[in-house]
């Protein structure tokens, strides 16, 4: 996900995982991801020929809307502030998953 391309996770007490892709020859091991500023739990990564794909379980907000999504491992860290929505699919027939 980023800013051009939200990622809907659900509602802010239950959200879904979310896939996260990074760039190829980094550690997805040693990838940190933080969504709205609090720390998701990478649940499962894989090594891709061309990038890494990371499936990511987002931590509950306190209120629907957009939060930001960092990406950070040993070699870069990327910002989005506006790439995860939490909410209700009625509110959002912009937001593709």
Avoid: C, K
């Amino acid at each position: 996900p980023n800013d051009y391309a939200v990622a809907f996770v659900g509602a802010p007490e239950s959200p879904g995982l979310v896939r996260v892709l990074t760039a190829p020859g980094s550690n997805p091991e040693q990838t940190v991801v933080m969504i709205g500023g609090l720390p998701a739990q990478v649940i499962l990564t894989r090594s891709l020929p061309d990038q890494n794909a990371l499936w990511v379980q987002p931590p509950v907000q306190a209120s629907s809307g957009f939060y930001s999504l960092t990406v950070t491992n040993a070699s870069y860290s990327v910002t989005f502030t506006r790439a995860i929505f939490y909410g209700h699919a009625q509110y959002l027939d912009f937001v593709f998953r």
